[in-house]
């Protein structure tokens, strides 16, 4: 197929920056917090958007693109339906990876970790700060299961229309929140020429204390 050969000539050298473990802040937050930074003054598009990968109840992987919505309290902060595929996913096995990628800077972030529920309030404070048109969006679509057509979702988003005309504030529904996702292991990988990247890892130590190493590419 010459989609194939296209694929297998791909190439591409990378030499934009250095990341050496020694400029590696000790902390990794704050590490991310800077790679954070320089993505957001380099005008990445979407530089929010993330990976999430979990896992079925059958062991097998699943993943999709979520937005990062926040850093609290050390953990990376995400919303959605709870009883979409990645909810039900979560609610069997809360393990989970995150996966940041900035190809205009030629960087990777990879995150494991655990994934717990944001608290009520947290979440409907979020929810009540998103447009109109996104909180109707959110009552309208039974997010991962079966619809006969485009069809149903503009009918269920023209009947939320109409039951929350009246209201100033659309109530968050019993199925849409937040997750909270503590990390154990960070890795930092910076693209590198002759593809020898530079890749620091960070995880938790017995005493909780972050230690940071440098793997090879």
Do not use: C
């Not at 802040?25 to 380099?42: G, I, N, R, S």
């Amino acid at each position: 197929m010459q989609t194939a050969a296209q694929l297998a000539q791909l190439r591409r050298d990378y030499s934009l920056r250095t990341f050496s473990i020694d400029d590696a802040a000790a902390d990794p937050l704050q590490q991310f917090d800077l790679w954070m930074q320089e993505a957001l003054q380099a005008e990445v598009p979407e530089p929010n958007a993330m990976t999430l990968s979990t896992v079925r109840p059958n062991g097998t992987p699943s993943a999709r693109v979520v937005l990062l919505k926040g850093i609290e309290a050390h953990q990376f902060v995400f919303y959605t339906n709870t009883q979409s595929d990645k909810g039900v996913q979560l609610s069997h096995n809360p393990a989970v990876a995150l996966t940041f990628l900035w190809l205009e800077l030629e960087r990777q972030v990879r995150i494991e970790g655990t994934a717990t529920l944001l608290d009520e309030a947290t979440a409907t404070a979020y929810f009540q700060s998103r447009p109109r048109e996104s909180q109707l969006g959110a009552w309208a679509s039974p997010q991962s299961r079966h619809i006969p057509g485009r069809k149903f979702l503009e009918q269920n988003f023209a009947e939320m229309q109409a039951q929350f005309a009246a209201e100033d504030l659309i109530p968050k529904p019993d199925f849409w929140g937040g997750y909270q996702v503590k990390p154990t292991r960070i890795e930092f990988w910076q693209g590198r020429s002759s593809r020898l990247h530079d890749r620091v890892l960070y995880t938790i130590d017995a005493q909780g204390q972050w230690q940071k190493q440098l793997l090879a590419p």
